[in-house]
């Protein structure tokens, strides 16, 4: 059965840190991969997606990147910090759009 | 533009009502897909339902039931005798086939408390 992993839980991180949230898939093959954030408001709101090794898409301009090293396999990462990362990070995969999956999440704080 | 619309940010209800939450949503395209996503406390988005547009049959599950109506780019959400575990935040999404990736497009949510 298909799986994804995300990690970790929990972040508290300092203004111009680096940032680097993982995800990976397991028991599938080429899924598309997406990760989301939803802000204190509660909306989610889609960052990144990829439909292949190395193929990102961004659905907005911010001070995140992602990156798709292998095919399971999608990280979330930032250079340096601002305080509006702060939020909650899912990541999710779908062979489709026929059943998303999503992470358990990571609560992000930057102080 | 938004395209899915929930118009309720947060409902109140006591144990055992019935209640309903809207979602209205826009899309030129004619093949898409609906979803409802349940959000509790912890965080974890916990899948409910995919309708496709091409399916208007109501569906029921339980306590729950979804009613589709192409004509009116709806898709409402109804929880009947509901219960104080269906305290959560509610997410209507569209995920269009037109849209690069296939990603889900979801509206802002719904705060649904159930008391006893």
């Known amino acids: 059965s298909q799986t994804i992993h995300q990690w970790p839980a929990t972040l508290v991180q300092p203004v111009g840190s680096p940032l680097s949230l993982e995800c990976t898939v397991e028991?599938?093959?080429?899924?598309?991969l997406y990760w989301y954030r939803q802000a204190a408001g509660r909306g989610l709101q889609l960052l990144f997606y990829?439909?292949?090794?190395?193929?990102i898409s961004s659905e907005v301009p911010q001070n995140l990147s992602a990156s798709r090293p292998q095919d399971r396999q999608f990280i979330l990462s930032s250079k340096k910090l601002l305080l509006s990362d702060s939020g909650f990070y899912l990541c999710?995969?779908?062979?489709?759009?026929?059943?998303?999956?999503f992470g358990s999440g990571t609560r992000l704080t930057v102080v | 533009a938004q395209k899915v619309t929930q118009a309720q940010t947060e409902i109140s209800v006591v144990e055992k009502e019935d209640v309903t939450l809207d979602c209205v949503y826009e899309?030129?395209?004619?093949?898409?897909?609906l979803f409802w996503y349940k959000q509790p406390p912890s965080g974890e988005l916990v899948f409910l339902i995919r309708?496709?547009?091409?399916?208007?049959q109501n569906e029921i599950s339980g306590r729950y039931s979804w009613n589709f109506q192409k004509s009116t780019s709806s898709f409402n959400f109804t929880i009947t005798a509901s219960q104080v575990v269906d305290s959560a935040v509610y997410f209507c999404?569209?995920?269009?086939?037109?849209?690069?990736?296939?990603?889900?497009?979801f509206g802002k949510g719904t705060s649904l408390l159930v008391t006893p």
């Open positions: 999404a569209l995920s269009e086939t037109t849209l690069s990736g296939y990603a889900l497009n």
């Open positions: 309708r496709n547009s091409f399916d208007e």
């Open positions: 899309t030129r395209d004619t093949t898409y897909y």
């Open positions: 999710a995969w779908a062979p489709n759009n026929y059943g998303y999956t």
């Open positions: 028991g599938t093959s080429n899924p598309n």
């Open positions: 990829s439909v292949g090794i190395g193929q």
